[in-house]
């Protein structure tokens, strides 16, 4: 009886002290537990970038310049701006006890080339001091370009965080992408004539638009993540990547104006056109661009919070009709460094 009775207190030791270790480690890592289960639902992304931009496109030189021992020709029109910048902004929205992430982006760039305008004259004066001859060429252009991607995605944590430390987010969704590109050139000049007003003078002339878009919409996948490296991903810091695919589907247009004239001056007022040249095709159609991207980049983690800095690229295959007297395929690639700040909501 004995025994039996010293084998249940045993028991009953073991137990209470089972017990009260479990409790003890519930009691440590239930605030570890709610702190990694606790996020904010909602985070807000504001950011800038510095784009390079790659620009193959034609060039056009007006078929009546003049002799360039008059005048040095000026630089082909057509030439779109190869600098930028970006603005984009993000909303995440991920409810908690959920590993689902529901987002929409807005990026929009811009740049511009010029004006750039030329001038070069030249003349001469006789012993008597009057203009014998005289020359001139003026030119001038200018670019710009804007584009605005759009993203509506779905993710969810794939679960390849380095040891459940970091975060690896597949998404899939929508990317909405229209670029747009314009070119405005006039050029003005005459070869040496008798004197800078007289009768006899040829004025040749010429003027360019340029006008080039694109606009798609079509099935995207992304695919983040970040690893901490000092920290955690709550107060830390850490190295993020990322790459992005879509196929979009859209209208590609090209509408080309060229127009030269060479006109004679016959004195007091009137002139004669000797030549008159005027190309405004218009071409439409709908075109498959692949879109590539990816970025990499640290961040800073603060309760709440992010600072980002990074570098990042994006490439649409044969997005723009570049061509001038013909339709021509060019990619528009825009790549360069990024920074970017996040808040978080609610949690």
Do not use: C
Not at 123 to 149: D, P
Not at 203 to 213: F, G, Q
Not at 215 to 244: E, I, R, Y
Not at 288 to 298: C, E, Q, T, Y
């Amino acid at each position: 009886m004995t025994e039996i009775i010293q084998h249940d207190v045993r028991r009953s030791v073991r137990y209470r002290l089972l017990l009260s270790v479990s409790s003890a480690a519930v009691l440590v890592f239930a605030p570890d537990a709610r702190a990694e289960d606790s996020h904010p639902t909602v985070w807000i992304e504001l950011g800038g970038a510095f784009d390079q931009i790659a620009r193959e496109s034609d060039t056009w030189v007006p078929p009546n310049l003049t002799d360039p021992i008059s005048n040095p020709s000026p630089e082909p029109f057509g030439r779109s701006p190869a600098i930028g910048y970006d603005w984009d902004a993000a909303i995440e929205i991920q409810p908690q006890g959920s590993d689902w992430i529901y987002g929409a982006s807005v990026r929009y760039g811009r740049a511009q080339r010029g004006p750039k305008r030329s001038h070069d004259q030249t003349y001469e004066v006789n012993a008597k001091y009057y203009l014998t001859t005289y020359a001139f060429l003026n030119a001038k252009e200018k670019s710009q370009s804007t584009h605005t991607i759009v993203d509506f995605l779905a993710g969810k944590d794939v679960g390849l965080g380095s040891f459940h430390h970091g975060k690896s987010t597949l998404h899939f969704g929508v990317r909405m992408a229209q670029l747009n590109e314009r070119v405005e050139g006039s050029m003005t000049a005459f070869s040496t004539a008798p004197a800078k007003y007289s009768s006899g003078k040829v004025v040749h002339k010429a003027d360019a638009l340029m006008s080039r878009n694109y606009t798609g919409l079509g099935p995207a996948v992304a695919w983040d993540g970040a690893t901490p490296f000092a920290g955690t991903l709550n107060d830390g810091f850490s190295f993020d990547w990322g790459a992005n695919a879509s196929l979009l589907f859209g209208r590609q247009k090209a509408r080309i104006n060229l127009h030269t004239q060479d006109a004679r001056y016959n004195g007091g007022g009137a002139y004669t056109v000797l030549s008159h040249l005027s190309s405004a095709p218009l071409r439409n159609r709908t075109v498959i661009v692949p879109n590539l991207g990816g970025f990499a980049g640290l961040s800073w983690h603060v309760p709440g919070g992010k600072v980002s800095l990074g570098y990042r690229a994006d490439f649409f295959f044969g997005a723009i009709d570049g061509g001038v007297s013909s339709s021509e395929k060019e990619t528009r690639a825009f790549y360069g460094p990024f920074a970017s700040v996040s808040m978080g909501l609610g949690g």
